[in-house]
């Protein structure tokens, strides 16, 4: 089988991590416009974000896909649904992600662990703390995304006027203001993410500092380069 290089197989994922900043910029639009036109378009960059790595082999079975989630995109908006499944997608990741995160605390490989391995080699985790470091950031980040999906819910449910709550006629126990759960479904709980990242980063370089460590750049590109494989776990070995 013919290999590809690291550097060509990184490309798409460059592409997508370029278009993912004009996401929120559109979902903020939908929600203050309230025009289903900019839910539409947040959710179909986000679909193409997510298909282009195969939409750039130029299957005919990965576009067959992409064009039949954006017809369907295309319908749910006429109906006005649009902008509902937007909402609905922080919440799905946050919970999604919590899941990933929680379901490998049973096992001997923390997903943490299988990120180290990938950036750094296996032999990383056998220096002194870094496999009980990895589990509990393991246990850090499922807690944080299981915590934030529960509010992100809340939120869903309660806003002020757009509120699921409301929509079907039903009295909201709490009124959150509608400003603030729009900028913090579209946005906010992405920031709060970005900034546990680097916090983590930060406190890990002074936890572990008896280690050398990764530049952030280095560790970000590396992650990009072996996501594939940090989905399978064991498979993850930086080669």
């Known amino acids: 089988m013919r290999s590809v290089s690291p550097s060509l197989e990184s490309t798409p994922r460059r592409y997508a991590l370029l278009l993912l900043p004009a996401y929120p910029l559109l ?14 378009l947040a959710l179909a960059l986000l679909l193409t974000v997510l298909m282009l790595p195969r939409l750039l082999t130029f299957r005919v079975a990965a576009w067959l896909v992409w064009l039949g989630v954006l017809a369907a ?13 937007l909402e609905a997608v922080p919440v799905l990741i946050n919970a999604l992600l919590a899941c990933w995160f929680g379901r490998t605390l049973g ?27 990895a589990r509990q950031v393991t246990w850090f980040w499922t807690l944080l995304l299981g915590a934030q999906a529960l509010l992100l819910s809340v939120l869903l449910l309660c806003a ?12 909201s126990p709490l ?3 509608e400003r603030w759960a729009a900028t913090w479904l579209h946005l906010g709980c992405y920031v709060l993410l970005a900034a546990a990242f680097l916090l983590e980063y930060g406190y890990r370089r002074w936890r572990l500092r008896h ?26 070995v930086a080669s």
């Open 27 to 40: 979902a903020i639009a939908g929600a203050v416009t309230h025009r289903q036109v900019f839910p539409l």
């Open 160 to 171: 002020e006027h757009s509120g699921l709550l409301v929509r079907f006629g039903i009295t």
């Open 107 to 133: 096992t001997a490989e923390p997903l943490v662990a299988r990120f180290i391995v990938a950036i750094e080699g296996a032999e990383r985790l056998q220096q002194a703390g870094v496999a009980d470091y």
């Open 175 to 177: 009124q959150v203001p």
């Open 211 to 236: 280690l050398s460590h990764p530049g952030l750049h280095d560790m970000l590109l590396q992650l990009a380069l072996h996501w594939p494989q940090l989905l399978r776990g064991k498979g993850a």
């Open 73 to 85: 995109l295309l319908l749910l908006s006429l109906y006005g649904f649009a902008g509902l499944l």
